[in-house]
Nanobody, 122 residues
Framework: QVQLVESGGGSVQAGGSLRLSCTPS????????MAWFRQTLTNKREGVAV???????VYSDSVKGRFTISRDKVKRTLHLQMNSLKPEDSSIYYC????????????????WGQGTQVTVSS
């Protein structure tokens, strides 16, 4: 059973920074796409960033230039460095993973973490 555990969420003032982490366990395949999603006001999951199984990175337009996704190749731990945070970034952030190449779309991901809350105040 693959498990993903997020950490690093919290409360921060607008303009501040947070670093999220996602620690996986139970991977049985060598190559995975790993992504960050966040929950919108309409309770849909919005793609934030993905590292594909070939290490190609894609960001959503709303976070490009402010957020950086990275992955520890040895531990397979996923990170999201969030800078210049805005109140509209407030959300529950979810880590997701699937074997092989996947799009930045919720339906493409088989495994999900429990989420970590990010609150940005003005």
């Amino acid at each position: 059973q693959v498990q993903l555990v997020e950490s690093g969420g919290g409360s921060v003032q607008a303009g501040g920074s947070l670093r999220l982490s996602c620690t996986p366990s139970g991977f049985t395949e060598n190559l995975y796409s790993m992504a960050w999603f966040r929950q919108t006001l309409t309770n849909k999951r919005e793609g934030v960033a993905v590292i594909h199984s070939d290490d190609y990175i894609v960001y959503s337009d709303s976070v490009k230039g402010r957020f950086t996704i990275s992955r520890d190749k040895v531990k397979r731990t996923l990170h999201l460095q969030m800078n210049s945070l805005k109140p509209e970034d407030s959300s529950i952030y979810y880590c997701a993973a699937s074997a092989g190449w996947q799009r930045l779309a919720p339906a493409d991901y088989k495994y999900w973490g429990q989420g970590t809350q990010v609150t940005v105040s003005s």
